[in-house]
């Protein structure tokens, strides 16, 4: 008898206990997210940092779709091999269906024709800037399932050359890294210089990793320039600047956004960094961009300078309200076909936070759109999940970097038909 | 469930492409002795070879013959064979560590050859738009990934076998031979150079064949695909595995690239929050351990060669030592 109520007890209490279990776990249940980033490589980890972040604001709104999320976060090893394992293994064994990464195209490519495509998952990058992305979506082949805020190279490109002319330099060395992004870039610079009546004395592909850069820099001093032109990463800028000005090259240069970097300033040194103009696409006229810089500022003790941070905190954001909206237990297509429901111009424009977040939250609930105002601009993709953007120019400060002039979106593109 | 099998499937395919490369540069090392320290321009030959031949047409550079698949894959072997023909005949009279030298500086060429080149390979872009085969058939999920497993593992035994046989050839005798003495193997009328040369074609078509299969997995090749970090890591799955021995070579691929990737996987599970971010050089460190460990206390690698004097031969010694006794 005792026996018997001791049983019956305990299975009372087991039996409760796991129906608590499992009221619990509704409440608690954990969606998960991928992330293939370089986070073995200086640059990549501040990346992966912000993606997290991004992450964390979310989860303080309350998750995504009624859970959690959590970030599974893969370094790529800037390896291709090691990249897309990392992503199938994310797809298969957690099963996700939202994958951010990578940043180098030549890995994002592969994983995408080969792991995200086939399984039908949404893949967002915010890096990956090669034009052969752009190709594979005309031809169909990305099914939609592809996009990136990493504004295409030609925006800016197009304010390289703007400056150019507004300092009003006749002649102009370049100087750009060798990879799919730096081609690109210094191909087009190059055009759009030649199309302004601007002659380009050079034109000169800078290798990573190399002890010097004087090979290079006496080839790119050939030709006596105005102006230097620089599509590279802080490392070898670094390197590159300090021969450039030992050599007694000129101290006007116009940088893209790679060299908006703290660590490249304070080596080279702010004082041979006065004449220096960069140039990025833009931080957006709204609270929420303003707001991003303090929130950011105040979580990691510095602005956000490092390349590719803006586009890897919208990505991040625009996939988990694309999540949202798509609604509990989506999948990757159902998902990438809800980022035009995030970023409709039509839609409650919402601000890139916490509460920006929680308000989407909302909207969407009530079936409504909103318009996502994120850290590089209101970001609109096209058909090919590609986006355009504003743009600024920008100088070094004791502090960071200050913008020294804000070109709209009808501006660039309108520069950018000009120079056609 | 089926998410585990797909991601096994996945990972044994990669494993055994890479092994096939292992077997191709155990047959240069581990058999006839030279350090080829650029594996991956004969990877990357093949790979760029069945590529250009198989894909479709690019606007913007050559390419995209839309051959066969098969064709396409010998025409990517070829072309490693080719370089390897060429870069042979010049660097083969150098010998280990310089021969190594000589090697590297063509991979790097290689790799920033097809970087820079963008009419001939689509530069740092790389090189896209192939078809993979039979993918309108078959579709693009599982049932592809398993059926093109199977292709590979054929493959892969099938250059097993070929290559077991061949060192337990006099063939493989003579490779051996040269491996440890050359003057010894010119005394006995052989000629070491030709020898040499022709062991390091095949070697290098071996792995212009892993190359071939590798590009077509991921229909995608890029410069990223041939940095050196390649040839190491090819070199670390044969040492590990035991160099001269083809089992070894293959054993050790799996086992390197398992760690390689279960280690990633398991810091990202495991690890805390602070320390993923630092989870890619955890692994660099974890792999170089793994290495030099190796290398410490058991440097044959996991499989011994077994040497092989003679069959016909071994037997009669046997039989002669048991009469004597």
Redesign the interface.
């Known amino acids: 008898m005792t026996k018997t109520s001791f049983k019956r007890g305990v299975v009372a209490g087991l039996t409760t206990g796991m129906m608590m279990g499992g009221a619990a776990l509704a409440q608690d249940c954990t969606t998960k997210i991928g992330a293939v980033l ?4 200086d640059w990549g ?1 501040p990346i ?2 912000t993606a ?1 972040y991004a992450v964390d604001l979310a989860n303080e709104a309350g998750g995504v779709a009624g859970c959690k999320v959590e970030m ?4 790529s ?6 990249g ?3 992503a ?2 994310l ?3 957690d ?1 996700v269906q939202m994958l951010l990464g990578a940043v ?4 994002s ?2 994983i995408l ?2 792991v995200t ?3 039908g998952v949404m893949q967002m990058s915010c890096c990956s800037s ?3 992305f752009t ?2 979506s005309q031809e169909g082949k990305t099914k939609g399932l592809f996009y990136r805020t990493f504004a295409t190279s030609g925006v800016q490109a197009a304010v390289g050359a703007m400056v150019a002319r507004d300092q009003g330099y006749k002649s102009v060395a370049i100087l750009y890294k ?3 992004w ?3 870039i210094g191909k087009l610079v190059a055009k759009d210089l030649e199309a302004l009546g601007i002659s380009v004395t050079g034109s000169v ?1 800078i ?1 990573d990793a190399q002890p010097s850069y004087r090979a290079e820099v006496t080839e790119a001093l050939k030709g006596n320039p105005e102006a230097l032109y620089m599509a590279i990463y802080p490392k070898e800028g670094t390197s590159v600047v300090r021969e450039w000005l030992s050599l007694g090259g000129t101290q006007n240069m116009i940088v893209a956004n790679a060299l908006k970097s703290d660590e490249f300033r304070d080596n080279v040194g702010l004082q041979y960094l006065g004449n220096t103009i960069g140039t990025d696409t833009a931080s957006p006229r709204s609270e929420s961009a303003s707001a991003f810089v303090s929130q950011y500022t105040a979580k990691f003790g510095s602005e956000p300078n490092g390349p590719g941070l803006s586009n890897s905190y919208d990505a991040t954001m625009i996939g988990l309200l694309a999540m949202e909206a798509a609604g509990t237990g989506a999948t990757g297509t159902e998902i990438a076909a809800k980022v035009s429901a995030v970023t409709d111009p039509n839609g409650t424009p919402i601000t890139a936070d916490a509460a920006g977040f929680s308000k989407a939250k909302e909207v969407l609930a009530g079936g409504g759109t909103v318009f996502y105002q994120g850290a590089t601009g209101n970001v609109r993709f096209d058909d090919n999940g590609d986006v355009s953007a504003p743009a600024v120019m920008w100088s070094f400060t004791e502090t960071g970097t200050e913008e020294t002039q804000y070109i709209s979106l009808e501006e660039v593109d309108a520069f950018m038909a000009s120079v056609k | 469930m089926i ?2 099998l ?2 096994l499937v ?2 044994a395919t ?1 494993a055994a492409i890479l092994s096939i490369a292992v077997l191709g540069l155990n047959l240069q090392w581990g058999n006839t002795g030279l350090f080829n320290g650029g594996v991956v321009a004969f990877f990357g030959a093949g790979g760029y070879g069945t590529l250009i031949l198989g894909g479709t047409p690019q606007a913007d550079h050559l390419g995209g013959f839309a051959l066969p698949y098969l064709i396409a894959l010998s025409g990517g072997m070829a072309i490693a064979g080719l370089l390897a023909w060429g870069v042979g005949i010049l660097t083969l009279r150098l010998r280990h560590d310089y021969l190594a030298i000589a090697t590297f500086g063509v991979a790097v060429a290689f790799e ?1 050859l097809m ?2 080149a ?1 009419g001939l390979a689509g ?4 090189l ?1 738009g192939f078809e993979r085969p039979l993918r309108q058939a078959l579709g ?2 599982f049932t ?1 990934n398993l059926l093109f497993l199977i292709f590979v593992l054929g493959l892969l035994i099938a250059t097993y076998i070929f290559l077991e046989r061949l060192i337990r050839s006099p063939y493989g005798r003579l490779l051996r031979a040269i491996r440890e003495d050359e003057t010894a193997a010119m005394s006995l009328g052989k000629n070491p150079a030709r020898i040499r040369l022709a062991a390091f074609i095949a070697g290098s078509v071996i792995m212009g064949l892993a190359g071939g299969l590798y590009a077509t ?4 090749i ?4 041939v ?1 050196p ?2 040839t190491f890591q090819i070199w670390a799955m044969l040492i590990v595995g035991g160099a001269g021995n083809n089992k070894g070579a293959v054993m050790g691929t799996f086992l390197i690239w398992g760690a ?2 279960a280690s ?2 398991g810091l ?2 495991f690890a805390p ?1 602070e320390v ?6 955890l ?2 460190i974890l792999i170089g351990v793994v290495i030099v460990g190796m290398l410490l206390w058991r440097p044959q690698g996991l499989f011994e060669e077994k040497l092989v004097v003679s069959q016909s031969g071994r037997a009669k010694h046997l039989k002669q030592q048991g009469v004597r006794e």
């Open positions: 370089p986070t073995s490589v980890k992966a940092a997290q599974v976060l893969r370094d090893q800037v390896d291709p091999k090691v897309v394992d990392a199938k293994a797809v298969d064994l099963g180098s195209s030549g890995v490519m592969p024709t080969s495509v086939p399984a090669s034009t052969a190709g594979l060798n990879d799919d730096g081609q690109d592909a290798n | 998410g585990l797909s991601y996945f990972f990669v920033n970087r820079n963008e530069g740092a872009k790389g896209r693009d999920g592809y997995f991921y229909a995608f890029s410069p990223q695909d940095l970090i390649l390689w990737t990633g996987w990202s599970r929050l993923q971010l630092y989870t890619g050089s692994q660099f």
